[in-house]
């Protein structure tokens, strides 16, 4: 029995939503637990709707999770339902998951449209950074969940790592050890793709 009387998740019966809402909101651990088996189905139903089945999908239903934990001293069960306050999340995480498509989608454009002019203007000859951008551009779609993330919120957000690590819910440490990995890596591949662009 807890201290405000009400006896723990772990016992029985099974408790009902209310209840897993207001754990939830205290910091109880096991009430996320509980409240991801129950309401994971209905946040990921919402991102497939959006984007198909897929890693968009998947990471829309991890960040909601996420920033819903780390952000529980916001939700109010008395205002309202947790699965409820869950969809209001997915509905934002949605929406910024298409505006960073945009933005991708713009800033490949944009790659794009520069070399074309570059090599209409130089001769086959395209110019190395342009080229650098639209590898660099293909290579990130190649990388996995959360390095992916991760990287586009350092440079296309232009977020800090300690920034970016508020919003992942990740630590810092682990934020700046992907970033240095991964930049490594896209490095070294972004190397062997221009060395095969320009021979």
């Not at 497939?48 to 990471?59: C, H, M, N, Q, S």
């Not at 713009?106 to 130089?122: I, K």
């Not at 819910?169 to 490095?187: A, F, Q």
Request: proline share 6%.
């Amino acid at each position: 029995m807890s201290s405000d009387g009400v006896p723990p998740l772990g016992g029985t019966p099974e408790p009902d939503d209310a209840e897993v809402g207001r754990r939830f909101a205290a910091g109880d651990e096991q009430a996320l637990a509980r409240a991801y088996e129950r309401f994971a189905g209905q946040v990921h139903g919402m991102a497939v709707r959006a984007f198909g089945p897929g890693p968009d999908a998947e990471d829309v239903t991890q960040q909601v999770f996420v920033s819903a934990w780390t952000g529980r001293t916001g939700y109010r069960p008395e205002q309202g339902p947790l699965p409820a306050w869950l969809v209001g999340i997915c509905r934002h995480k949605i929406a910024d998951t298409w505006a960073r498509r945009d933005r991708q989608r713009r800033a490949t454009e944009a790659a794009v449209t520069e070399a074309r002019s570059a090599a209409n203007t130089t001769g086959p000859q395209v110019d190395t950074v342009v080229a650098d951008r639209v590898l660099l551009l293909g290579e990130l779609e190649q990388l996995g969940q959360p390095q992916r993330g991760i990287i586009e919120l350092a440079f296309f957000e232009d977020l800090t790592h300690t920034q970016i690590a508020e919003r992942t819910g990740l630590p810092l440490g682990t934020v700046k050890s992907h970033i240095r990995r991964t930049l490594e890596r896209l490095r070294t591949r972004l190397e062997v793709d221009g060395a095969a662009l320009h021979a």
